[in-house]
Nanobody
């Protein structure tokens, strides 16, 4: 079993920055591939950014150039640096982990085995 705990969400003005953290504990084999997803009210949960065990990354087109995902394997922690935030970035952000290591599963919501409880990010205009 793996426990994922997110932190770092909050309220920020448009153009501002936030850094989300996701700390993992338990069977860390379940964090071989990590990702951030988000869900806005009335919308489906969507992929934001993902990172493989060896640091390969991929991000949604909507956040490219603004968001950066990284990981510290020694601390079992994944980060999401969010810059130039927009009101449309407002959502609950979820950290997710999976045992899989294939590149094709990185963006796939159903491939993830473990989820955090979510942290609210609100961007005001």
């Amino acid at each position: 079993q793996v426990q994922l705990v997110e932190s770092g969400g909050g309220l920020v003005q448009a153009g501002g920055s936030l850094r989300l953290s996701c700390a993992a504990s338990g069977r860390t084999g379940g964090t071989a591939t990590m990702a951030w997803f988000r869900q806005a009210p009335g919308k489906e949960r969507e992929f934001v950014s993902g990172i493989t065990w060896n640091g390969g990354t991929s991000s949604a087109d909507s956040v490219k150039g603004r968001f950066t995902i990284s990981r510290d394997n020694a601390k079992n922690t994944v980060y999401l640096q969010m810059n130039s935030l927009k009101p449309e970035d407002t959502a609950v952000y979820y950290c997710a982990g999976q045992y899989g290591t294939s590149w094709s599963s990185l963006r796939r919501l159903g491939a993830y085995d473990y989820w955090g409880q979510g942290t609210q990010v609100t961007v005001s205009s």
